[in-house]
T-cell receptor, first 120, second 114 residues
Framework: AQKVTQAQTEISVVEKEDVTLDCVYE???????LFWYKQPPSGELVFLIR??????QNEISGRYSWNFQKSTSSFNFTITASQVVDSAVYFCALSEGGNAGGTSYGKLTFGQGTILTVHP | AAGVIQSPRHLIKEKRETATLKCYPIPRHDTVYWYQQGPGQDPQFLIS???????DKGSIPDRFSAQQFSDYHSELNMSSLELGDSALYFCASSWRGRLNTEAFFGQGTRLTVV
């Protein structure tokens, strides 16, 4: 069975601080996909990134960066120079590998979420 | 760009009533997923459809049913509503026939059972 653990329930920082959100996953599949979603107070789920299990390259997108390490089954998310608008719940999620007829990225197992509050 | 459309956005129902939630996927997307997110909880997968056939089933109560129609929109039917069904219900869609497309979520339907 798949499992995603986000050990940090809540994080509070002051604007411009860097913050790292931890994510540890468990799966028996050799092919899997990892995601981060943001859920702002308005409630929608906003896709941030997808990572394939066979691609361990780290990624940077503006102030966001992701560190994927298969050896420790972790997929951590760092926000550099945080801003008040980054305040949200952040979910790490896992999708299992290919299904017949193509790969389905939509059946996700979510972590419990980390509530990030950035104070001005 | 067109996104996943869910209706209604908010719904208030009484116990034991029925509710129908609708989801209109992104054009050309062939797969629809339904999730339930209780207060302070992470989203839980309920059920999915690919090309109008049920493809996966998660923790969906027997009181709930869903289907995907010929135009690919989907409906989640919920009967004998209970207070515990109060939650945010998300629909997501993806294009399964094409690699490298993640699921895009709608804005959700907030169901309140009173």
């Amino acid at each position: 069975a798949q499992k995603v653990t986000q050990a940090q329930t809540e994080i509070s920082v002051v604007e411009k601080e860097d913050v790292t959100l931890d994510c540890v996953y468990e799966t028996r599949d050799t092919t899997y996909y990892l995601f981060w979603y943001k859920q702002p107070p308005s409630g929608e789920l906003v896709f941030l990134i997808r990572r394939n299990s066979f691609d361990e390259q780290n990624e940077i997108s503006g102030r966001y960066s992701w560190n994927f390490q298969k050896s420790t089954s972790s997929f951590n998310f760092t926000i550099t120079a945080s801003q008040v608008v980054d305040s949200a719940v952040y979910f790490c999620a896992l999708s299992e590998g290919g299904n017949a007829g193509g790969t389905s990225y939509g059946k996700l197992t979510f972590g419990q979420g980390t509530i990030l509050t950035v104070h001005p | 760009a067109a996104g996943v459309i869910q209706s209604p956005r908010h719904l208030i129902k009484e116990k034991r009533e029925t509710a129908t939630l609708k989801c209109y996927p992104i054009p050309r997307h062939d797969t629809v997923y339904w999730y339930q997110q209780g207060p302070g909880q992470d989203p839980q997968f309920l059920i999915s459809f690919y090309e109008k056939m049920q493809s996966d089933k998660g923790s969906i109560p027997d009181r709930f049913s869903a289907q995907q129609f010929s135009d690919y929109h989907s409906e989640l039917n919920m009967s004998s509503l209970e207070l515990g069904d109060s939650a945010l219900y998300f629909c997501a869609s993806s294009w399964r026939g094409r690699l490298n497309t993640e699921a895009f979520f709608g804005q959700g339907t907030r169901l309140t059972v009173v």
